[in-house]
């Protein structure tokens, strides 16, 4: 099971370089941005319409009413109606706006997706341990889930409440520098605090994501390990540790608010003191300078425009941080260095059963300071069947990677068919050689889509042919649905034993020229036994095999055995022989013997 | 869900009361300073009139004071409706993990891991989002009502022309709503799909390489992830216009106020300082409004994610197998008499006729083929599953069960010892010597007080058994049951764990054994065979007897590797 844990690991990059990074890796969104933003602009124009025919009503149409002369109101209907056509305008541009940031990001977080998927399917295999499953999966899913819901309310707000106090800044300026000027003044301080606040607020709520985590981790540990708590008796221990983590998550969850609540209405705290400093400016000055009753009132509604977006800023100013935070987990996946890489002029391999030379190979894995493997040399030649045994750890299952090309060796030299595998055609190695895991991976499909998974463009007659040859059709045919039924996630509704049989089937439809076995561990019922044997020896038949062996009988079985002790080739030899001298081998198949009798 | 936690709500609503009717005073304030402070100063044209000092100061004042007072309604508002939220969501974590650690273990193996965690984390977050916005559409409510009354005083065809946009604004968010909610619903569900696809994808990571079937799978899943896009985009399309209409009708129902008002000034019913008052107050409307039918959306996925929990919380408790639990007679440690069990109903039985007597001190291996019901049997001889027909009757003291998978706290070795009841330092020591882990856990950087980590993660497998059994082992049980604990443990140290608990502990143990090494530790063998005992007694008696259990020793002797 996993729980959605937050990583709390960063690095030093800064908002505006990831966010630069992340435009430069989805070009969609990049181009034409400046005509959204444009169109934001314009859809924003229409808040201050209202100001602005407020002030040409109070100077052209209502001033001097008091004092006896009639408004004009013909004057005003027309400005009303040409602010009818500004707000309809506007409305168009905004609508189109948020509409194409839209389209744009959500085509630039698929292409990203698409883009993150190709790169992590090409990662080395050393990447895709078990522990690092999760972090790849959440990459694809809930970081860039964090992007998407970005766009569609923060994006938007960031790109639309700039605008807004661009044009309302503008407008301001162009009714009266002066005024302008002081209202810019006295809302400035607010920047200081919004910056000294929000700091805080973006801490507290990552404790308070890092205090959830805990939680989570808490409430986790109480059902993964509720046999336990029962057999002990344990509940109300746990219960309390959970409580504990609960109360720490609404602590912090509560101090985050308080911030936040803070913050929230400093934009209007600020207005009414620019509002005041504007008010007093104006009728300190009086009509002097050109001004009038209705630009001072109309600068009234603008500074409370002007300071509005602030509010929704602190509302959006925590996203903003998720969404730059899992844009920067994004990027750092696809910084990391794919598989072996891909030749420039692929040499394809010669017809027919292939050799396998293996020439000075040593092999460390990245960012270690072991060698796996030292100086192993060998030669397979075509058609033969080689077991490779050893402990674990001894480099046995690393080499068989090396030979399938999972990873290229630190240092040495590996071929096929004569053909090296740096140059050799990756396509042509995938459908040559197979490797199969016998603790296969069953896809959440039937067992027909599972075994054509090796080749999508056979028939399902070509699959009934393999299955027949290796003698697996009467278990399909006694399946409720034959080769139509569904194996369920991972392959858990059958067992060990046959997901083993499926896999088999499955390289052989692939119809390789060399098979790597990577033999299971654990123990399968005596009659699945029986049947995987039978099809692993007609799937073998012909074809250069290298099986890494668990099992002593396979050792047995194999034309000859390669032993590996510490990453070293100790021992190469028929299972006679080697037996015959009190070598590694000996004192392997000694200990495998006690363990395995009384 | 407010009576929950009262306190801090009510803080909460009195703050949005203070918002509500500053947010009406404040356009109080605009008309006072316009028709007292303004308008007279640029009354008589050019030079223009004279305001005293006073009047200026009495005008900024009201403003100022009255902004201020609204703020703080604002965080008082936001802040204890938080407050009270994540108060009640810690409530129902609570009351959701009460009920986790009170059900049975049968009960817990019918949900699964990840559902039960969601409820207690994610949905308690959900259900309480609705919690939030409430004190706020309570004060858009009352500034509403406030407004509309103060309006129609000023005067009443104003007061009609602003009401009318109420109703509209509020029009438009439902058929937003329907049009919309169902396209997000679809994003939602092709999202899941996605994440279950690339969830499956990477882990067969191994499998898509070795058949070269990268540009295959990560099309595959394109494909997915495009049809969360194009929901995505529909809904975009319909709500951007949504964004434009709430935006264009308060403005254009302002610019028909700016006309009316204009009107009526002219015809003297208003003052123009009543006239931009009704405005402002207009405008600061707007903005809730708009907001009231965000928050609304909110509803149906909380009452979603409370019926989930709801469900837990509500669920009774089974009854614990424990208590079901009888004595034997003298001289025997476990006695099962014709037990059988079934996982559900309409199955076969897992176990049947069970008939079992373990001798007070003596040490049984359970040995069977895959699938034959050891682990089952080894649940129901603690009390951890009920049979659903026959009895178990247990040696009175402490029992314990190590299971095949350890079990770690996060927290320090001595925690995980102790593991909830208080065990002396000596006497954990003496447990951690008897499971052959003394000396790796003295050699730990802070000894028994050293972090395991997550599940464990610092220590070792064969470790972290070693921790798992010594927790047994504190308890000096009088029944303790060996789940294939051992199995990952060198069989040099397995013999070392059972001759040490041979001589300290007067217990009967049960080892479910996979290996021969281990039921070569044992004083007597029990054999299982599909759900039902197909012999029982010493190794070489069953040997001689049962020939299925010769059949599957043999094969762990010709080709099983044990350990390596």
Known sequence: MSVGFTSS???????????????????VLRNGLWVTFALAALGSAGRVVVPILIQQAIDKGIVGQSSGQPVDVELVARLAAIGVVAVLISGVAFRQASYRLSVRSERALYDLRERLIGHIHRLSLADHGEERRGGLVARVTSDIETLAQFFQWGGMSWMRNSALMLIV?????????LLASVAFVVALPLALVLRAVQRRLVVAHGEARE???EMLGAVAEVVSGAASIRAYQAGDHMGGIVRDATDRKARQQIRAAWYGAFLFPS??????????????VGVWRGSAGGLTAGAVVGFIFLTYRFLEPIAEFTEIIDQTQTAVAGLRRVLSVLDMPVGPPAPETPESLPDGSLAIDVEAVTFRYPNTDVDVLRDVSLAIPAGQQVAMVGATGSGKSTLGRLIARFADPTAGNISIGGVDLTIADPFE??????????EPFLFDDTILANIGFARPEKSADDIAAVIADLGATEWIDALEDGVHTRVGERGDGLSAGERQLIALVRAGLADPDVLILDEATSSVDALTEVRIARALERLAAGRTTIAIAHRLSTAARADRVLV????VLVEDGHHDELIAVNGPYRRLHDAWISATSL | MLSLHPRPFAFSFAGAAVFALATVASSFAIRWVIDNVVLPRFEDGPGGGSVSTGTVVTGVALIIGIGVVRAVGVVFRRAFASEGMWRVAETYTNQVVERLVRQPVSWHRRHADGDLVARAGVDTESTVSVIAPIPFASSTVLMII?????LFLTDVPLGIVAIIVFPLVVVTNIVYERSVSEHYTRAQTQLGEFSAGVHESFEGVQLVKAYGAEHRETERLAVLADRVRASRVEAVARRSWFDALTD????????ALVLLGAVRVDSGDLTVGEFTSVIFLFTLLVLPLRLIGYALSELPRSMAAWTRIQAVVNEPVEPDPHALIGEPGQGVGVHLENVEFRHDASTGPALSGIDLELANGKVTALVGPTGSGKSTLADLVLGLTAPTAGTVSLAPGARAIVFQEAFLLSGTVRENVEFGSAVSDDAIWEALHRAAADDFVRDLPDSLDTIVGERGVSLSGGQRQRVALARALARNPAVLVLDDTTSALDPATEAVILDRLRSTLDATVLLIASRPSTIALADDVVFLSDGRIAGHGNHADLLERVAEYRHIVEAFESDRAGTQ
Do not use: C, H, K
């Open chain 1, 9 to 27: 690991v960063e690095t030093d990059e800064g908002a505006v370089a990831t966010i630069r990074r992340g435009l430069a890796a989805a070009p």
């Open chain 1, 169 to 177: 800044s503008i407008v301001m300026l162009a009714y009266d520098p």
């Open chain 1, 211 to 213: 205090r959830n985590g």
């Open chain 1, 267 to 280: 934009g209007e705290v600020f207005s009414v003191f620019t509002v005041s400093a504007v008010v007093v």
């Open chain 1, 429 to 438: 190695l995938r459908r040559r050689l197979v490797v199969v895991s016998q």
């Open chain 1, 564 to 567: 590996l002790a510490d990453g």
């Open chain 2, 146 to 150: 406030v407004s509309t009354v103060w």
């Open chain 2, 248 to 255: 264009m009708i308060p403005a254009l129902a302002n610019i």
